[in-house]
């Protein structure tokens, strides 16, 4: 599976950003998605999460009502609308493949797209 990440950029806070994370070599339309980020010297971090139908969906405390993650299996893309961006969202963003147990911990991630950068100035 590879997954590319894009819909990053420079934007100030208060404003919106959608990001799709669009997959190809195999259908991912039985998988978990999940989002996280990095920013610069900090650990990777989750963002947020969706089970493969869309019916659940899983966020980090500190965008819980901010984003919104979701998907098109027809399209094998996965989304997340960024509303309300803070400078702290500063990051590069990356969405994966889940097929461990837990949607909050990296390790239960496999296939990883390129990143996508995500910059909020005050």
């Known amino acids: 599976v590879q997954l590319q990440a894009s819909g990053g950029g420079l934007v100030q806070a208060g404003a919106s950003l959608r990001l799709s994370c669009a997959a190809s070599?195999?259908?991912?339309?039985?998988?978990?998605m999940g989002w996280f980020r990095q920013a610069p010297g900090k650990e990777r971090e989750f963002v947020a999460a969706?089970?493969?139908?869309?019916?659940?969906?899983y966020y980090a405390d500190s965008v819980k009502g901010r984003f919104t993650i979701s998907r098109d299996n027809a399209k094998n893309t996965v989304y997340l609308q960024m509303n309300s961006l803070k400078p702290e969202d500063t990051a590069v963003y990356y969405c994966?493949?889940?097929?461990?147990?837990?949607?909050?911990?990296?390790?239960?991630?496999?296939?990883w797209g390129q990143g996508t950068q995500v910059t909020v100035s005050s």
């Open positions: 070599g195999r259908t991912v339309s039985s998988y978990g």
């Open positions: 994966a493949t889940q097929t461990g147990y837990s949607v909050y911990r990296m390790r239960s991630y496999d296939y």
């Open positions: 969706i089970d493969w139908s869309g019916g659940t969906t």
